[in-house]
């Protein structure tokens, strides 16, 4: 709970880490699914998504590409294909995350991983969002958690999954790796799994470094 309510306290205060983590120099590209806008650092862009498994409005956000090959078949519809993401606007921001070419089965579900970048100072945590047909299930570090909060929702699409994150259940400093795959009893149908980075609000608190411009 106490750094739920320290990532709350970051999202509105100037750390006073200054406005260019670059220091004068020419900054790295961001990565796919990102940019500078508004900067300086690289993030995902801000945009209204309902989770209700419509997908018109993620029309314009950039897919990220991902490839996932079958170590454990059968592994039709379980491999994902493409990622979008985006930080929905609001005082308290969600990340919304739609994956294409993996939805849960009736022997397997489709899994959300979240850890911090290596170049971030570490906060020791793994994150699994676990989706299914009954909703979805949360864990840290291999244990449950449970609330009665509206922290996530999730919602199957045509081709895929769509989720909404509560940001103050990712506790990352505004930037992780975040990585989607099969999963049947515990073990992944694709190893390894295929993963992206997302950066978002808020991103002062990365300092001087730029989590997704590595």
Known sequence: MRRVLVLLALTGCNLGWGDDPYGGLPPR???TGTARDPGPW??????????????????????????????A?????LLPVAAQIAQQPGTVPWLAIRVRGARSTADARVVLRFEEPPELPGVNEIDTFSLGT?????????????????????????????????????????????????????????DPAPSW?????PTSVHGFTDPCAP
């Open 29 to 31: 590209p961001c990565v």
């Open 42 to 71: 690289c993030s995902v862009p801000t945009l209204s998504i309902v989770i209700d498994g419509a997908t018109d409005d993620w029309n314009g956000v950039t897919e990220i590409p991902l490839t996932a090959t079958c170590t």
């Open 73 to 77: 078949p059968p592994c039709d519809g």
């Open 134 to 190: 009954g909703g979805p299930t949360f864990f840290r570090n291999g244990v449950l958690v449970t609330t009665t909060d509206t922290a996530y929702l999730q919602a199957f699409t045509p081709d895929g999954f769509e989720v909404a994150i509560a940001t103050p259940w990712l506790p990352y400093s505004g930037a992780a790796i975040v990585s989607a795959y099969g999963d049947r009893d515990g073990v992944p149908v694709s």
């Open 197 to 201: 980075r997302a950066c978002w609000i």
